[in-house]
């Protein structure tokens, strides 16, 4: 693969995936970004086949939730694979680093 196809492979818009998120991976991790524009329907329940740590890149009032849980600031958290799981919108755009285990 070229350079360019990489890059585009790397680098994943809204448009391109149907999420609230852009996304772009790393060595070893991915950066999502979700911005504040999004409609806070978007940020839906879901759960992923994968364990996963996610981190916020700066100081943030997005929350994360846990199903059966209440809302909780957004630090370093581990989802385990399976969990139902989802964001709460805050302020600004949120810069998260994900890391698959």
Not at 4 to 10: F, N, Q, T, V
Not at 39 to 64: A, G, N, Q, Y
Not at 79 to 94: F, V, W
């Amino acid at each position: 693969m070229d350079v360019i196809g990489k890059a585009l492979e790397d680098h994943q818009t809204l448009a391109d995936t149907g999420r609230p998120y852009t996304q772009e991976t790393k060595d070893g991790y991915i950066i999502r970004e979700f911005s504040d524009k999004t409609s806070s329907m978007e940020f839906v329940w879901h759960r992923d086949r994968e364990d996963r740590v996610i981190e916020p890149l700066h100081k943030t009032d997005w929350k994360f939730q846990l199903d059966n849980e209440v809302p909780k600031e957004l630090n370093r958290i581990f989802i385990k694979a399976g969990t139902y799981h989802r964001l709460i919108k805050g302020t600004g755009d949120l810069k998260l680093k994900l890391i698959k285990l």
